[in-house]
């Protein structure tokens, strides 16, 4: 186990950024910290652009293969349909998981909607988010969205606008 030197994580080892250092010891960057932190409005406006974007590529792949399903004739019987319906739900999942799994984690930090808005998602550290924190983070919205909707409303009364997804995965979507 490694000792923390005041300058990094004691469990990891990992460099602390200034604005942790000063949130922790109760100093001014804790306020920087939370005026930072972007809010209930600007994220579900980000959401909404992301929505049409994933809508507008899933509903392109997903007519190209359906005509090519039906010009071969699997659409034609009750099995073929229901395959084909299958198939085209778990398409258009695949696209959502890699949309946001793939962006979060990339350099951008942020999906098209949160990159339009100046929006970034960090970890506790204010470091990228590693694949599996970010994989973590996506299927933790199912969480908020079970709730009633309960936990995505939580960011509009959380200290650092975090919702439940945000507490499960530990993550954080600032401004830039």
């Given at each position: 186990?490694?000792?923390?030197?005041?300058?990094?994580?004691?469990?990891?080892?990992?460099?602390?950024?200034?604005?942790?250092?000063?949130?922790?010891?109760?100093?001014?960057?804790?306020?920087?910290?939370?005026?930072?932190?972007?809010?209930?409005?600007?994220?579900?406006?980000?959401?909404?652009?992301?929505?049409?974007?994933?809508?507008?590529?899933?509903?392109?792949?997903?007519?190209?293969?359906?005509?090519?399903?039906?010009?071969?004739?699997?659409?034609?019987?009750?099995?073929?349909?229901?395959?084909?319906?299958?198939?085209?739900?778990?398409?258009?999942?695949?696209?959502?998981?890699?949309?946001?799994?793939?962006?979060?984690?990339?350099?951008?930090?942020?999906?098209?909607?949160?990159?339009?808005?100046?929006?970034?998602v960090?970890?506790?550290?204010?470091?990228?988010?590693?694949?599996?924190?970010?994989?973590?983070?996506?299927?933790?919205?199912?969480?908020?969205?079970?709730?009633?909707?309960i936990?995505?409303?939580?960011?509009?009364?959380?200290?650092?606008?975090?919702?439940?997804?945000?507490?499960?995965?530990?993550t954080?979507?600032?401004?830039?």
């Open positions: 186990m490694t000792q923390s030197t005041g300058t990094a994580c004691s469990k990891c080892n990992r460099s602390l950024s200034p604005a942790y250092l000063g949130a922790a010891s109760g100093g001014s960057s804790a306020g920087t910290a939370v005026r930072n932190s972007a809010g209930f409005w600007i994220r579900l406006v980000a959401y909404l652009i992301d929505f049409i974007v994933i809508c507008l590529v899933s509903v392109t792949i997903g007519a190209l293969i359906g005509f090519a399903a039906f010009a071969a004739g699997l659409g034609k019987s009750p099995v073929g349909h229901a395959l084909l319906i299958l198939v085209l739900q778990g398409i258009g999942f695949s696209i959502a998981v890699l949309y946001e799994v793939v962006l979060i984690q990339s350099a951008w930090q942020a999906t098209l909607g949160k990159r339009i808005l100046g929006l970034k960090i970890d506790e550290y204010d470091s990228r988010l590693s694949p599996s924190r970010s994989i973590g983070r996506f299927f933790g919205k199912a969480l908020s969205g079970m709730t009633l909707g936990g995505y409303l939580m960011i509009g009364f959380m200290d650092q606008k975090r919702g439940l997804h945000d507490l499960v995965a530990g954080r979507v600032v401004k830039l």
